[in-house]
């Protein structure tokens, strides 16, 4: 569906389902240059059982309008706005990788708003190689292919995708290079670049948090996940084997399984 | 992410590793070094809430193997990685293949610009078969490149060509057609059977469907039939409002809009969603297992296919009992430049060539070679012949055959990957029998 946010077209994916304000409401952030997309595996599930599932693609990115945001902070505001756009007064974020860092601020600034999160491959922050950095910012097209190398595991670059047919490596760099690289993936990573607030706001978090982590996850790694985890309360953490930093793709039903219990549990659906 | 003085690299796996690993995870299948065959028509679900996710596309999985299976999966997700596509999906043929490539595109009332070079199949499906369904075609010869310009029409979905053309090895120009095709707000389909992606990857060269007969070389032993269908994920389905199946909510699938949800992927989905639910010409899990033997091989093949090929065309070149020679690393062939620009690997390994002494002489040739096998096929890893004016077209005029870019004389050859001199040996005592044609057929 879409809305507006401060003037600009938002680009929301409500999986499959209309928007029905009566619903919880559960809004995915996707990570640096990518889409709504990547959530395709997740979202569909939690909106043909009782949710709205709000895959949002940031400004400037997928099928929204307006520029790319600069920080994460402005991120945060942001998607605290989206909340109230559509009408809602509280969420449960899911984010993933830069995602990690947006719902935390988020968190840690509207703890009224936001009723879960749960995160996949973050950490407290998550400095960029300069080079990385350098590539995006130039609209190098390298820039996403080093980027698809480090984010899958081992058994992504095989490929193994859990929807017969699609090819993981392939298929996110598509998504990577649907807009202009330097508009996307260079004010991403520089944002996360930027950003140290991450173990502070952490540490306001009060929400019942999950961290998914992988054991393959060469971006945001289990040892950093694991330290943003343990400065939120309570946080439950689960770890997948043999899985990179796209778990939500490359491991889709077991990241599915573990998110619907935690949200299910800590934030229920309206039953029909 | 730290190192700062090297300069970095993607290590993501390159053609020949990808053609004997891409789609297939060992660990997930009890550790068999060998994808399995799954030979079954359906899948358990764990209850009925997993039962519903299938059906919803909530969750990927496989449901019946008319949709789905897992081996079928492996071969689909090798070819999308050699190929550079998102996404792909696998049929029971090459006709097939290109029939729910149009069908997952077009509607009754749609037009395609096509090329006037295909497989003879192919043409009967455009130019008979496809206006029965509503859809119109013009054809374009494939050298005219603002011919395919000229005929878009408002309607018009799509334009469709085999890179290089069947029999006359023509070639499109396929990046200037591409652009075309893009201005127009359309998808360029290539059929690329000919080439394999070892020889072109159309997507690095703006295509935005390609289509195989996995049938010819990809499996390359003359052993399955199987066709597939590859996404390049690049075309914005959003862009105009032609596509309306592709964009709206679609009312066969809950109101998915394909497009919105699946961007890259959108078209295989679709194709797999409808055509494969709707039309079913799904390939057997024992054939995409041995079409996969053959991929494992495709670099290796494809080497010796093209290097014995220049080898005949040399040898064919040089004969005093042949007229004339069409292969595009022949250096007067017209499409020699653009050939070596779109096949940098090799110009594959179809070679036609006049006989002279025209139709008798080709009859005695054809009926001579016993190495050489005649038959209606291309791409074995055996060296194959067929004599288009006595055997496939028999039935056509001198006319017709010309316009059909044939000709009596035409022997259309498939090199295959034995000695070369057996072939060159086998290709003699045709010959001898040809210059002798009544001597021969007298017999
Ligand atoms: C270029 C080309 N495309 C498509 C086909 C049809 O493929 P199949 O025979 O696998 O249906 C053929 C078959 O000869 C072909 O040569």
């Keep these: ?237 689960d770890i997948i084997d043999n899985c990179g930093h796209m778990m939500l793709l490359e491991e889709a039903d077991r990241v599915l399984t573990v998110l619907k219990k935690f949200i299910t549990t800590n934030y229920p659906p309206l039953s029909s | 992410m730290s190192d700062k003085k090297k300069e970095l690299k993607p290590n993501t796996y390159k053609f020949d590793t990808l053609s004997l690993h891409a789609g297939y995870q060992p660990h997930k299948n009890a550790g068999s070094r060998q994808v399995p065959i799954y030979q079954t028509t359906s899948y358990l679900f764990d209850d009925v809430d997993h039962a519903a996710a299938l059906f919803n596309l909530e969750r990927g999985g496989h449901i019946y193997s008319r949709i789905s299976n897992p081996t079928v999966g492996v071969l689909e997700e090798r070819v999308a990685s050699l190929e550079g596509g998102t996404a792909a999906l696998a049929t029971s043929s090459g006709m097939s293949a290109i029939f729910l490539a149009v069908m997952t595109l077009c509607e009754a009332g749609d037009h395609l610009v096509v090329s006037s070079q295909l497989y003879g199949g192919t043409v009967n499906l455009f130019r008979l078969t496809l206006p029965k369904f509503g859809i119109k075609c013009t054809f374009v010869k494939p050298r005219d490149t603002e011919g395919f310009k000229k005929a878009i029409q408002k309607n018009t979905k799509g334009i469709f060509g085999e890179l290089v053309g069947n029999p006359g090895n023509e070639i499109m120009n396929m990046p200037e057609i591409s652009k075309i095709a893009h201005e127009a707000g359309i998808p360029l389909m290539v059929d690329a059977t000919y080439q394999t992606p070892y020889l072109c990857k159309p997507f690095e060269h703006g295509a935005d469907i390609v289509i195989h007969s996995l049938t010819k070389w990809m499996a390359g032993h003359g052993s399955s039939m199987a066709g597939i269908l590859v996404e390049g994920g690049k075309f914005d389905w959003m862009q105009n409002d032609k596509f309306p199946t592709m964009t709206k909510p679609y009312e066969g699938y809950h109101g998915l809009s394909f497009a919105e949800e699946f961007g890259p992927t959108a078209f295989t989905m679709k194709a797999r969603a409808e055509g494969m639910r709707d039309f079913g010409p799904c390939l057997s899990p024992q054939n995409a297992w041995n079409v996969l033997q053959g991929i494992e091989t495709l670099s290796v093949r494809m080497k010796k296919h093209c290097s014995n090929a220049e080898d005949m065309v040399k040898y064919l070149m040089n004969h005093e009992s042949v007229a004339w020679v069409s292969h595009p690393s022949v250096p007067d062939h017209p499409d020699h430049e653009l050939a070596k620009k779109l096949l940098p690997n090799g110009r594959g390994s179809m070679i036609a060539f006049g006989i002279k002494g025209g139709k008798e002489a080709g009859v005695a040739f054809i009926n001579n070679v016993k190495l050489a096998s005649h038959l209606a096929n291309v791409g074995d890893t055996r060296t194959l012949v067929i004599h288009p004016a006595s055997g496939t077209h028999s039935q056509m005029d001198e006319a017709t055959l010309k316009f059909a870019g044939l000709s009596h004389d035409m022997i259309r050859l498939s090199v295959g990957i034995e000695d070369i001199e057996d072939i060159k040996n086998d290709f003699e005592v045709g010959f001898r029998a040809a210059r002798k044609p009544r001597l021969v057929s007298n017999q």
Aim: one cysteine or more; proline letters at 5%.
């Design chain 1, 1 to 237: 569906m879409k809305f507006k946010v401060n003037n600009n077209e938002v680009y929301a994916s409500t999986g499959g389902r209309p928007f029905d304000k009566k619903k919880p409401l559960i809004i995915f952030v996707h990570g640096s240059g990518l889409t709504h997309m990547t959530w395709v595996l997740q979202t569909r599930y939690f909106a043909f059982h009782g949710y709205n599932a709000l895959a949002i693609d940031l400004p400037g990115h997928g099928l929204s309008g307006g520029e790319s945001l600069k920080s994460i902070e402005e991120m945060a505001d942001w998607v605290a706005a989206v909340i109230d756009a559509v009408g809602h007064k509280e969420a449960s974020l899911v984010g993933h990788s830069q995602g990690c860092l947006v719902t935390v601020e988020c968190t840690a600034r509207y703890p009224n708003k936001i009723k879960t999160l749960s995160l996949m491959g973050g950490a407290g922050a998550i400095p960029m190689n300069p080079q990385l950095l350098s590539l995006a910012e130039s609209n190098d097209p390298k820039a996403v292919d080093l980027m698809m190398d480090w984010a899958h595991g081992p058994a992504g670059h095989f490929g193994g995708h859990p929807v017969p047919g699609l090819y993981h490596i392939n298929t996110g760099t598509m998504l990577a290079k649907s807009r202009t690289i330097q508009n996307t993936l260079g004010v991403d990573f520089r944002a996360c670049d930027n950003y140290k607030n991450g173990f502070e706001a952490a540490k306001k978090v009060k929400c019942p948090t999950l961290s998914i982590l992988a054991t393959d996850d060469k971006m945001c790694p289990v040892k950093e996940g694991k330290k943003l985890a343990s400065l939120i309360e309570g946080s439950q953490v």
